[in-house]
């Protein structure tokens, strides 16, 4: 990695440094922060964790132990695209186990995993509040319901090609 | 006082503590993890369950978390429960699930809290036949050792250095049962406190490293109670050895002083005393080379030395008060001098008059732990006195526990104090040059000069009391800041001033003295505490004695033909060419220390001294406190205590006296009986008769013939395991255990041991079903409390609660304002560190490997370079350059004894660029 | 029914969008707030609130207005309090406050100003779980607007009284969900739950007062508000006032959620409105309010859904979701998937939680695999009675977890018996 991209850019660090002065005390803004860290380089990196760390006046181990305690914050690098697979209870009866099969056969990965042209990490997630369409998944920001393989089979070419 | 009814039987307990506390002060065995008496109660490893009744017709009662639930009155209760039982061996169960079965192997072993709850919950079939997950260890540095996989996420550890002690490098990741205490990468924890870990823990997870290298188990060790050298805060500490080598140093409980924590100079600091540096023979210097020579040749050679003249005698703040006593004994009053220089002579006596003289109150540690503003006036205490930096830290946690207490929140229910006390102010002024570690929970940190931090302190205690002198010309921001800190203080029920003699600068100590005493006009104990550098400055004050300049003088005089220099490396205090001046001067240098130090090298005898823990002796700490530590190595001769060597000294100057006819009655010793001594107590008996003012000092601790129970204590478990094997290739009987004159002690397994042994006699602590230090409990009256056997050391100040304020004259030498010179030299103010500032914790290769290379600090436009040479007294020196927002210009940092040995006071010197008058060599 | 007898979901058009702020006024919305700022004090508010007997609907259905009563009185502007809703929504099988918040974000608005007047908080806070985008750009979109008219900010109607709402966007964790844990995230830090006392009321956020109120629990008070306690109390079947959202996911025929009068049978649930299973599937139990409430088999269909009925019954009324257990989906296997998101959603704090729940996820694992052993069965039933009951773990969510658990090895008693017997699980087997 560059010493370039180890750096925030500057309105990503004013973007943070707004978020930390509404808060009561700056780390109150550590989710906030690291989520815009994410949006904008896709995972967080050890150096722009540091970056944070120090704009938030937290050590990093500190910001590193709330970043590592929740599931939708990366500490390891994704692919362009993530794919949310619900594995919850609704899903898991509607059938998910296949879904996520054929997805693993696909993609040659298992969950937790990004396919090998870095376009697609697959993770699996719990209920995301869709289980009326179950099986359901989320494609980036987008929801996808009553997903089954010829739904996947027309979005995975899609995805991989988009940048 | 109350009353609960624990399985049908009644105890007598309090309120305001929790159902844990109560029942193991009750002496029940009810096993727990996450509750700490110092970190108090957040429920996390739900091993402590009981079942508690609402009332006598209540049968059916629920299963409540003992150190969660108050004590309250008449409180029913059931550890004996069934269910409570399978309760608790169940998480014990849990806790197996994914610790390694590796006991054998893990330094925990035989002292681990894990293995003693795991006993006495009853578990003992692991049911759980799935795969373990297992972690990555780290490096954490040379302090602590991390074996991840033995954690069972009880949150001690960061609680402990997170929330008690500061750290912000040492936290918990991930989550669910992938939960992991380290830090985000490998590196050295930072924390002064760090070492701790290793006793917090309850299992394997942190350990002592350099104890690691020369491991022992618990059983095999000899133990000690002892007293940390390594600053003037007179920590106690447990010593433990085996093999005739010190192995390592724990915390030993004082209610008053250190309680549960050591910091890491203090608990790694040891290193010197097994280090290459030791000196084990008598040498002497022949022809440029030092060489060793036996026993009787250094005494004769001695005697001839003493023929030839007068001999002088100097002492040392780090040596015991036996042996300074001793010197005394044998040079006389003129002739002794407390080794120190005449400035830092001065500053420990005014320091000693004002705390003597002090209206107020002169709080211990603990006492400062509970008081709600407090002013830290030109003293960097977190280097200096670590443990009672650590103190202060507390103190902010004040204002969060009255609105605990507002709230009907437990004092001691952590986590729910801590959220309450989220926008708790805090009460803690810090006004120094340098950057302190408790800046960060500080209400205001300000940096300025010792001059000016001593005019804000006037002005603050004009502002108290009017009838103190004003100051005049003080800026419009120190007038304010004045304001701040002088309502604070007065606002305060229990406030604390606490400076010190760091900058040489008796102005900030009476600056300090008198907010003090005008604050004795409206609260009735406001605290002052003032910080000295030695383990027994103030043992020294008390004894008292001529300057070293003053002994130059003698010198130059030709007043001196024989030096003797107890334990003191004067290259640390006097400039190379005083040094070299003395030397010259005085025809035989004798040095007796236990480390070869620059002096030695130019001694003309050097006879080998016993360390801390290969004798015992008594130290008196800043707050007045005389302490004794006990022996628990016993060397090989002809190492032995100071105070021996110069009972030899004087015994072969009687012979010689008696040699050249001169009557041995007229040596100065002869006083005081120096030849007659048989042990420790003997010297301590005359110490007293000599100075009524240190006659405390005799009883810090029982003497030599202390018998408990008609026996000798034993300084060693019960149960020793591997004692014959050792030697095994040699002998498989038993060594006689080797003879303590000096202690009550048996050094051996024979011998009465128990929770109600004399406090300043603890060894080590153990009690049946607790081998880790969690016994400590058993050996307090009230967990958290003074300790079953009494108080440990005297403090030798008069007590001065006799009600009103002594009229107090306010010292009206008030410093003009800080000017920069007009000449380009710049005032380098001493910056002492943690690790690398003392002297002998600097020997001990651990914490030599935490000391940070030298380097300047300056205001951040004087650092345009990062590289400046420095001329000091000894000679130009080279060194990066830091720059410190909110440093004053014309004013350096500098790192004390680290530069120039001897640099440890403000000195004025020229600063260049590095493009000055070339590199210096 | 009737748009009256709907109050919570009336003005939610999926064709529509969103109602803005013109179309929420007109259906009806800021009635409510006009009346509280321009007649009520903030103890009127709290007594309508009281005296309609709405419970919370965040899963534990506590008083709404008994909950508000601890809260320290002074207002606002005195003192720094937080009124905070609960949007985290990660209870499995769950979906009632998306489909809340997407459908009509002014109303969730509007019940936080009422909640927070109540209460005299000055900061609103919608804690909003991270997966849910769109909920998160339509209650933005919708805060600005209510903002840019006034009905937010410094003086809201010319009254002494502020207020402003700020989204968090989470970062994922069941945990998340409970009040405690909720205030830890929001100061920055690892979600565990914290002791009580000191209550959120008084102690919360930055030690701050703070209420944490559930999304349709708040969605409940502009109707309450304008139409009073007795409409409220009114609306509901039995002794619980109101509607509900309820849902139903699973093998039935229209798996979604409907709002419904308090107390409506759980058969009219799932025949009428789920419209029965689908074809050749039968019920064989269901979870009646997500993930961590216990089965009820189908002879307890007649229950009606309120609090009281439903733990009666065995179960709790949860948030009312339910979740369908069909004849060819193995229980067994049913109960691993959720004891696999119980023992990954546990914040690591207490043992019996974080060292318990995937022993037993494990150990449902090898029974579902076929290598399990009667032993086993001992085990589960050991951590069911250990964990399942509350006070021997730190938070709810063990017990929660255990509800499905214990409740499942006695109704599925055979199935267990079964797959250890035939080392395998049938049901995988014969599909
Ligand atoms: C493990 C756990 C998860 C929870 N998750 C949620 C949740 O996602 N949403 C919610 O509103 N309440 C949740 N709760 C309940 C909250 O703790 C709290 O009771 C509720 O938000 C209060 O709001 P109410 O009084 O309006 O119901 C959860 C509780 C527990 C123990
Ligand atoms: S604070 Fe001082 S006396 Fe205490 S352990 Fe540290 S160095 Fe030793
Ligand atoms: S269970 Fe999958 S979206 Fe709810």
């Given at each position: 990695m560059s010493t370039a991209e180890e750096t925030l850019p500057a309105a990503l660090e004013a973007e943070i440094r707004a978020l930390a002065a509404a808060e009561p005390y700056p780390r109150g803004a550590s989710i906030a922060a690291l989520k815009a860290v994410q949006r904008h380089f896709g995972w967080i990196s050890t150096p722009h964790l540091r970056a944070v760390a120090e704009l938030l006046g937290m050590s990093m181990d500190d910001l590193d132990g709330i970043a590592t305690y929740f599931n939708l914050l990366f500490r390891k690098p994704v692919g362009r695209h993530v794919i949310l697979l619900c594995d919850s209870v609704s899903c898991w009866i509607m059938g998910r186990d296949p879904l996520c099969a054929h997805l693993g056969r696909v993609l040659a990965i298992r969950q937790g995993e990004t396919t090998a042209d870095n376009a697609i990490t697959l993770l699996p997630t719990v209920c995301i509040g869709h289980c009326d369409h179950a099986p359901a998944m989320l494609v980036d920001d987008t929801l996808h319901g009553d997903v089954d393989i010829p739904a996947l089979d027309r979005l995975i070419p899609g995805l991989k090609e988009q940048p | 006082m109350t009353s609960i009814r624990i399985d049908g039987r009644d105890c007598p307990t309090r309120t305001g503590i929790n159902l844990l506390q109560a029942c193991l002060e009750a002496g029940e065995n009810l096993p727990y993890f996450c509750w700490h008496p110092e970190l108090g109660a957040v429920g996390a490893c739900r091993q402590c369950a009981i079942r508690q009744f609402s009332g006598p017709d209540d049968k059916a009662g629920r299963i409540v978390m003992a150190c969660m639930t108050p004590v309250s009155d008449n409180a029913l209760i059931s550890i004996d429960d069934a269910e409570a039982r399978d309760f608790r061996a169940g998480v014990i169960e849990w806790l197996m699930v994914n610790h390694p079965h590796d006991c054998p192997v893990c330094e925990e072993g035989g002292e681990c809290h894990l293995q003693d709850m795991t006993v006495m919950s009853g578990h003992n079939l692991r049911r759980y036949r799935f795969t373990k997950r297992t972690h990555r260890n780290q490096d954490l540095g040379p302090f602590v050792k991390h074996e991840m996989n033995r954690c069972i996420a009880c949150y001690r550890c960061v609680r402990f250095y997170r929330d008690y002690a500061g750290g912000d490098d040492l936290a918990a990741f991930a989550s669910h049962d992938h939960v992991y205490f380290g830090r985000a990468e490998d590196g050295v924890l930072q924390n002064a406190f760090s070492g701790n870990l290793a006793e917090i823990c309850p299992t394997g997870v942190f350990t002592d490293k350099p104890f690691s290298a020369t491991y022992s188990r618990k059983w095999d060790m000899r133990g000690a109670p002892s007293v940390c050298v390594h600053c003037a805060v007179g920590c106690n500490t447990i010593v433990n050895a085996r093999e005739e080598t010190l192995r390592r140093v724990l915390n030993r409980y004082h209610a008053d002083i250190n309680r549960y924590v050591l910091c890491d100079r203090g608990r790694f600091g040891h290193g010197f005393v097994n280090a290459p540096t030791r000196i084990r023979t008598p040498l002497c210097l022949m022809a440029g080379q030092q060489v060793a020579l036996p026993l009787t040749e250094a005494l004769e050679h001695f005697t001839r030395m003493a023929a030839q003249g007068t001999v002088g005698g100097i002492a040392s703040p780090r040596a015991a008060l036996e042996s300074c006593f001793s010197l005394r004994a044998l040079v006389g009053e003129a002739r002794f001098s407390t080794g120190q220089t005449q400035l830092e002579q001065d500053c420990v006596q005014l320091a000693h008059t004002l705390l003597a003289k002090h209206p107020g109150a002169l709080p211990t540690l603990h006492d400062m732990e509970s008081a709600d503003a407090v002013l830290v006036l030109?003293?960097?205490?977190?280097?200096?006195?670590?443990?009672?930096?650590?103190?202060?830290?507390?103190?902010?946690?004040?204002?969060?526990?009255?609105?605990?207490?507002?709230?009907?929140?437990?004092?001691?229910?952590?986590?729910?104090?801590?959220?309450?006390?989220?926008?708790?102010?805090?009460?803690?002024?810090?006004?120094?040059?340098?950057?302190?570690?408790?800046?960060?929970?500080?209400?205001?940190?300000?940096?300025?000069?010792?001059?000016?931090?001593?005019?804000?302190?006037?002005?603050?205690?004009?502002?108290?009391?009017?009838?103190?002198?004003?100051?005049?010309?003080?800026?419009?921001?120190?007038?304010?800041?004045?304001?701040?800190?002088?309502?604070?203080?007065?606002?305060?029920?229990?406030?604390?001033?606490?400076?010190?003699?760091?900058?040489?600068?008796?102005?900030?100590?009476?600056?300090?003295?008198?907010?003090?005493?005008?604050?004795?006009?409206?609260?009735?104990?406001?605290?002052?505490?003032?910080?000295?550098?030695?383990?027994?400055?103030?043992?020294?004050?008390?004894?008292?004695?001529?300057?070293?300049?003053?002994?130059?003088?003698?010198?130059?005089?030709?007043?001196?033909?024989?030096?003797?220099?107890?334990?003191?490396?004067?290259?640390?205090?006097?400039?190379?060419?005083?040094?070299?001046?003395?030397?010259?001067?005085?025809?035989?240098?004798?040095?007796?220390?236990?480390?070869?130090?620059?002096?030695?090298?130019?001694?003309?005898?050097?006879?080998?001294?016993?360390?801390?823990?290969?004798?015992?002796?008594?130290?008196?700490?800043?707050?007045?406190?005389?302490?004794?530590?006990?022996?628990?190595?016993?060397?090989?001769?002809?190492?032995?205590?100071?105070?021996?060597?110069?009972?030899?000294?004087?015994?072969?100057?009687?012979?010689?006296?008696?040699?050249?006819?001169?009557?041995?009655?007229?040596?100065?010793?002869?006083?005081?009986?120096?030849?007659?001594?048989?042990?420790?107590?003997?010297?301590?008996?005359?110490?007293?008769?000599?100075?009524?003012?240190?006659?405390?000092?005799?009883?810090?601790?029982?003497?030599?013939?202390?018998?408990?129970?008609?026996?000798?204590?034993?300084?060693?478990?019960?149960?020793?395991?591997?004692?014959?094997?050792?030697?095994?290739?040699?002998?498989?009987?038993?060594?006689?255990?080797?003879?303590?004159?000096?202690?009550?002690?048996?050094?051996?397994?024979?011998?009465?041991?128990?929770?109600?042994?004399?406090?300043?006699?603890?060894?080590?602590?153990?009690?049946?079903?607790w081998n880790s230090v969690q016994a400590l409990n058993r050996f307090q009256q009230e967990i958290g409390g003074r300790l079953r056997g009494g108080a440990a050391g005297v403090r030798l100040f008069p007590p001065s609660d006799d009600g009103e304020?002594?009229?107090?004259?306010?010292?009206?030498?008030?410093?003009?304002?800080?000017?920069?010179?007009?000449?380009?030299?710049?005032?380098?103010?001493?910056?002492?560190?943690?690790?690398?500032?003392?002297?002998?914790?600097?020997?001990?290769?651990?914490?030599?490997?935490?000391?940070?290379?030298?380097?300047?600090?300056?205001?951040?436009?004087?650092?345009?370079?990062?590289?400046?040479?420095?001329?000091?007294?000894?000679?130009?020196?080279?060194?990066?350059?830091?720059?410190?927002?909110?440093l004053p210009e014309g004013v350096v940092l500098c790192p004390t004894h680290r530069v120039m040995r001897a640099f440890r006071f403000p000195v004025r010197a020229r600063l260049e660029g590095p493009h000055g008058t070339g590199e210096p060599s | 029914m009737s748009a009256a007898q709907r109050p919570l979901t009336a003005m939610i058009d999926p064709v529509t969008g969103p109602p803005d702020c013109t179309a929420y006024e007109r259906g009806g919305g800021w009635q409510a707030t006009r009346k509280a700022l321009g007649t009520l004090s903030p103890a009127d508010v709290t007594d309508i609130v009281t005296r309609s007997k709405l419970r919370g609907r965040g899963g534990a259905g506590f008083g709404t207005g008994q909950k508000w009563s601890f809260v320290p009185k002074e207002p606002a502007s005195e003192r720094r309090k937080y009124l905070i809703a609960n949007a985290d929504e990660m209870e499995p099988g769950t979906f009632k406050d998306r489909w809340l918040m997407e459908g009509n974000p002014l109303q969730l608005v509007e019940g936080m100003i009422l909640a927070a007047y109540a209460v005299q908080a000055g900061h609103g806070i919608i804690f909003l779980r991270g997966e849910y985008h769109l909920a998160c750009q339509r209650l933005e979109h919708a805060i600005g607007q209510a903002r840019q008219l006034g009905w937010l900010g410094p003086n809201i109607l010319g009254s002494a009284f502020s207020f402003d709402i700020h989204v968090h966007s989470s970062a994922g964790r069941y945990i998340c969900g409970e009040e405690t844990a909720l205030l830890t995230t929001l100061e920055g830090r690892r979600a565990t739950p914290r002791s009580k006392p000191p209550f959120p009321q008084t102690g919360g956020l930055w030690g701050a007062p703070s209420v944490v109120n559930n999304v349709e629990t708040l969605c409940n008070l502009p109707p309450i508000i304008a139409n009073g306690a007795e409409w409220f109390a009114a609306l509901g079947l039995g002794d619980d006032g109101g509607t509900k959202i309820y849902g139903a996911s699973g093998r039935v025929a229209r798996p979604g959620a409907w709002e419904l009068p308090m107390g409506t049978p759980l058969r009219q649930i799932i025949e009428e409105h789920a419209g029965g299973m689908r074809p050749g599937y039968r019920l064989r139990a269901l979870l009646p309010g997500g993930a961590s409430t216990a089965f009820l088999d189908a002879s307890a269909l007649d229950v009606a859904m309120d609090y009281a009925s439903v733990e009666k019954a065995g179960s709790r009324l949860g948030t009312g979701m339910a979740i369908v257990l069909d004849d060819q989906t193995c229980p067994i296997g049913m109960i691993r998937n959720l004891e696999h998101f119980f023992a990954q959603e546990s914040c690591g704090w207490c043992t019996p939680c974080r060292d318990g729940l995937p022993w037993v996820e494990r150990l449902l694992d090898a029974i579902e695999e076929g290598t399990g052993t009667q032993e086993d069965m001992d085990q589960l039933g050991r951590h069911a009675r250990m964990l399942g009951a509350p006070g021997r773990t730190f938070c709810a969510h063990a017990p929660g977890a255990m509800a499905p658990l214990a409740s499942g090895l006695k109704l599925f008693a055979d199935d267990f018996a079964d797959h250890i017997a035939q080392c395998r699980c049938p049901q995988r087997h014969a599909a």
């Amino acid at each position: 990695m560059s010493t370039a991209e180890e750096t925030l850019p500057a309105a990503l660090e004013a973007e943070i440094r707004a978020l930390a002065a509404a808060e009561p005390y700056p780390r109150g803004a550590s989710i906030a922060a690291l989520k815009a860290v994410q949006r904008h380089f896709g995972w967080i990196s050890t150096p722009h964790l540091r970056a944070v760390a120090e704009l938030l006046g937290m050590s990093m181990d500190d910001l590193d132990g709330i970043a590592t305690y929740f599931n939708l914050l990366f500490r390891k690098p994704v692919g362009r695209h993530v794919i949310l697979l619900c594995d919850s209870v609704s899903c898991w009866i509607m059938g998910r186990d296949p879904l996520c099969a054929h997805l693993g056969r696909v993609l040659a990965i298992r969950q937790g995993e990004t396919t090998a042209d870095n376009a697609i990490t697959l993770l699996p997630t719990v209920c995301i509040g869709h289980c009326d369409h179950a099986p359901a998944m989320l494609v980036d920001d987008t929801l996808h319901g009553d997903v089954d393989i010829p739904a996947l089979d027309r979005l995975i070419p899609g995805l991989k090609e988009q940048p | 006082m109350t009353s609960i009814r624990i399985d049908g039987r009644d105890c007598p307990t309090r309120t305001g503590i929790n159902l844990l506390q109560a029942c193991l002060e009750a002496g029940e065995n009810l096993p727990y993890f996450c509750w700490h008496p110092e970190l108090g109660a957040v429920g996390a490893c739900r091993q402590c369950a009981i079942r508690q009744f609402s009332g006598p017709d209540d049968k059916a009662g629920r299963i409540v978390m003992a150190c969660m639930t108050p004590v309250s009155d008449n409180a029913l209760i059931s550890i004996d429960d069934a269910e409570a039982r399978d309760f608790r061996a169940g998480v014990i169960e849990w806790l197996m699930v994914n610790h390694p079965h590796d006991c054998p192997v893990c330094e925990e072993g035989g002292e681990c809290h894990l293995q003693d709850m795991t006993v006495m919950s009853g578990h003992n079939l692991r049911r759980y036949r799935f795969t373990k997950r297992t972690h990555r260890n780290q490096d954490l540095g040379p302090f602590v050792k991390h074996e991840m996989n033995r954690c069972i996420a009880c949150y001690r550890c960061v609680r402990f250095y997170r929330d008690y002690a500061g750290g912000d490098d040492l936290a918990a990741f991930a989550s669910h049962d992938h939960v992991y205490f380290g830090r985000a990468e490998d590196g050295v924890l930072q924390n002064a406190f760090s070492g701790n870990l290793a006793e917090i823990c309850p299992t394997g997870v942190f350990t002592d490293k350099p104890f690691s290298a020369t491991y022992s188990r618990k059983w095999d060790m000899r133990g000690a109670p002892s007293v940390c050298v390594h600053c003037a805060v007179g920590c106690n500490t447990i010593v433990n050895a085996r093999e005739e080598t010190l192995r390592r140093v724990l915390n030993r409980y004082h209610a008053d002083i250190n309680r549960y924590v050591l910091c890491d100079r203090g608990r790694f600091g040891h290193g010197f005393v097994n280090a290459p540096t030791r000196i084990r023979t008598p040498l002497c210097l022949m022809a440029g080379q030092q060489v060793a020579l036996p026993l009787t040749e250094a005494l004769e050679h001695f005697t001839r030395m003493a023929a030839q003249g007068t001999v002088g005698g100097i002492a040392s703040p780090r040596a015991a008060l036996e042996s300074c006593f001793s010197l005394r004994a044998l040079v006389g009053e003129a002739r002794f001098s407390t080794g120190q220089t005449q400035l830092e002579q001065d500053c420990v006596q005014l320091a000693h008059t004002l705390l003597a003289k002090h209206p107020g109150a002169l709080p211990t540690l603990h006492d400062m732990e509970s008081a709600d503003a407090v002013l830290v006036l030109g003293e960097d205490v977190c280097a200096t006195a670590p443990r009672l930096g650590l103190s202060l830290r507390q103190s902010v946690r004040q204002a969060s526990f009255h609105d605990a207490d507002a709230a009907r929140v437990p004092r001691w229910m952590d986590g729910a104090v801590r959220t309450l006390g989220a926008q708790s102010p805090s009460g803690l002024f810090v006004i120094t040059p340098a950057p302190t570690d408790l800046d960060t929970v500080a209400a205001q940190s300000v940096r300025a000069v010792p001059d000016d931090i001593a005019r804000l302190g006037f002005a603050i205690a004009h502002l108290i009391d009017p009838a103190a002198p004003a100051v005049a010309d003080l800026t419009e921001a120190d007038a304010a800041l004045a304001q701040r800190v002088a309502t604070a203080l007065m606002a305060a029920q229990a406030p604390l001033v606490v400076s010190g003699m760091q900058y040489g600068a008796p102005a900030l100590m009476q600056a300090a003295a008198s907010i003090a005493a005008a604050l004795a006009r409206r609260v009735p104990r406001p605290g002052l505490s003032l910080i000295v550098p030695e383990c027994n400055s103030m043992g020294l004050a008390m004894l008292g004695g001529v300057s070293l300049e003053a002994m130059l003088e003698m010198a130059r005089a030709g007043e001196l033909t024989t030096l003797v220099i107890v334990e003191n490396d004067i290259t640390r205090r006097l400039p190379p060419s005083d040094v070299a001046e003395l030397v010259a001067l005085v025809p035989n240098i004798v040095v007796i220390d236990h480390t070869a130090t620059p002096l030695c090298r130019q001694a003309d005898l050097v006879l080998p001294a016993t360390t801390f823990s290969e004798c015992s002796g008594t130290l008196v700490n800043l707050e007045g406190r005389a302490q004794r530590f006990f022996q628990v190595v016993f060397p090989a001769a002809p190492i032995q205590e100071s105070w021996r060597w110069v009972q030899a000294l004087a015994r072969s100057m009687e012979s010689g006296a008696e040699h050249n006819a001169t009557s041995p009655a007229d040596l100065p010793h002869t006083a005081w009986h120096l030849t007659d001594w048989q042990d420790l107590d003997d010297v301590l008996a005359d110490l007293a008769l000599a100075f009524p003012a240190l006659a405390g000092a005799a009883s810090a601790a029982p003497g030599a013939d202390y018998r408990m129970n008609g026996q000798k204590l034993r300084s060693q478990t019960y149960r020793a395991s591997g004692r014959t094997v050792i030697r095994s290739h040699i002998s498989v009987h038993d060594r006689p255990p080797p003879a303590s004159p000096d202690t009550p002690f048996s050094s051996s397994m024979e011998g009465a041991y128990g929770p109600d042994m004399p406090a300043p006699l603890v060894p080590g602590y153990q009690v049946p079903s607790w081998n880790s230090v969690q016994a400590l409990n058993r050996f307090q009256q009230e967990i958290g409390g003074r300790l079953r056997g009494g108080a440990a050391g005297v403090r030798l100040f008069p007590p001065s609660d006799d009600g009103e304020a002594r009229a107090y004259p306010y010292s009206t030498d008030i410093p003009p304002p800080f000017t920069p010179a007009a000449d380009h030299t710049v005032l380098v103010l001493p910056q002492p560190c943690l690790f690398g500032s003392e002297e002998l914790s600097m020997l001990s290769p651990p914490v030599a490997a935490r000391a940070a290379p030298p380097m300047l600090r300056a205001a951040p436009r004087m650092a345009a370079f990062d590289r400046a040479i420095l001329h000091l007294d000894d000679r130009p020196h080279s060194l990066p350059v830091s720059p410190l927002a909110g440093l004053p210009e014309g004013v350096v940092l500098c790192p004390t004894h680290r530069v120039m040995r001897a640099f440890r006071f403000p000195v004025r010197a020229r600063l260049e660029g590095p493009h000055g008058t070339g590199e210096p060599s | 029914m009737s748009a009256a007898q709907r109050p919570l979901t009336a003005m939610i058009d999926p064709v529509t969008g969103p109602p803005d702020c013109t179309a929420y006024e007109r259906g009806g919305g800021w009635q409510a707030t006009r009346k509280a700022l321009g007649t009520l004090s903030p103890a009127d508010v709290t007594d309508i609130v009281t005296r309609s007997k709405l419970r919370g609907r965040g899963g534990a259905g506590f008083g709404t207005g008994q909950k508000w009563s601890f809260v320290p009185k002074e207002p606002a502007s005195e003192r720094r309090k937080y009124l905070i809703a609960n949007a985290d929504e990660m209870e499995p099988g769950t979906f009632k406050d998306r489909w809340l918040m997407e459908g009509n974000p002014l109303q969730l608005v509007e019940g936080m100003i009422l909640a927070a007047y109540a209460v005299q908080a000055g900061h609103g806070i919608i804690f909003l779980r991270g997966e849910y985008h769109l909920a998160c750009q339509r209650l933005e979109h919708a805060i600005g607007q209510a903002r840019q008219l006034g009905w937010l900010g410094p003086n809201i109607l010319g009254s002494a009284f502020s207020f402003d709402i700020h989204v968090h966007s989470s970062a994922g964790r069941y945990i998340c969900g409970e009040e405690t844990a909720l205030l830890t995230t929001l100061e920055g830090r690892r979600a565990t739950p914290r002791s009580k006392p000191p209550f959120p009321q008084t102690g919360g956020l930055w030690g701050a007062p703070s209420v944490v109120n559930n999304v349709e629990t708040l969605c409940n008070l502009p109707p309450i508000i304008a139409n009073g306690a007795e409409w409220f109390a009114a609306l509901g079947l039995g002794d619980d006032g109101g509607t509900k959202i309820y849902g139903a996911s699973g093998r039935v025929a229209r798996p979604g959620a409907w709002e419904l009068p308090m107390g409506t049978p759980l058969r009219q649930i799932i025949e009428e409105h789920a419209g029965g299973m689908r074809p050749g599937y039968r019920l064989r139990a269901l979870l009646p309010g997500g993930a961590s409430t216990a089965f009820l088999d189908a002879s307890a269909l007649d229950v009606a859904m309120d609090y009281a009925s439903v733990e009666k019954a065995g179960s709790r009324l949860g948030t009312g979701m339910a979740i369908v257990l069909d004849d060819q989906t193995c229980p067994i296997g049913m109960i691993r998937n959720l004891e696999h998101f119980f023992a990954q959603e546990s914040c690591g704090w207490c043992t019996p939680c974080r060292d318990g729940l995937p022993w037993v996820e494990r150990l449902l694992d090898a029974i579902e695999e076929g290598t399990g052993t009667q032993e086993d069965m001992d085990q589960l039933g050991r951590h069911a009675r250990m964990l399942g009951a509350p006070g021997r773990t730190f938070c709810a969510h063990a017990p929660g977890a255990m509800a499905p658990l214990a409740s499942g090895l006695k109704l599925f008693a055979d199935d267990f018996a079964d797959h250890i017997a035939q080392c395998r699980c049938p049901q995988r087997h014969a599909a």
